[in-house]
Nanobody, 114 residues
């Protein structure tokens, strides 16, 4: 059974940066199966970014040029570098192993506020 633990969230001012981390265990890890999602207050959970084997990562339009997904296969970890944060980036961020559609970790809260 896969286990995902997100960390790195916090309170940041608009224009600031955060780096989220996700530690995976319990299954054979591949960074190419990993993605980030987020759920803003009162809204549905939505896709943010994922990696592709042999191709460039993909991002939802609202974060392109500001967020970067990366991973460390040796450490079973995936990251999300978030720069130039905006108020609308406020959300709980979840990493996701796409092979397990029904499993979600607890997420990490990112609050962008002045």
């Amino acid at each position: 059974q896969v286990q995902l633990v997100e960390s790195g969230g916090g309170l940041v001012q608009p224009g600031g940066s955060l780096r989220l981390s996700c530690a995976a265990s319990g299954s054979i890890f591949s960074i190419y199966d990993m993605a980030w999602y987020r759920q803003a207050p009162g809204k549905e959970r939505v896709f943010v970014a994922r990696m592709f084997r042999g191709g460039s990562p993909i991002y939802t339009d609202s974060v392109k040029g500001r967020f970067t997904i990366s991973g460390d296969s040796a450490k079973n970890m995936v990251f999300l570098q978030m720069n130039n944060l905006k108020l609308e980036d406020t959300a709980v961020y979840y990493c996701k192993d796409l092979r397990y559609p029904n499993y979600w970790g607890k997420g990490t809260l990112v609050t962008v506020s002045s």
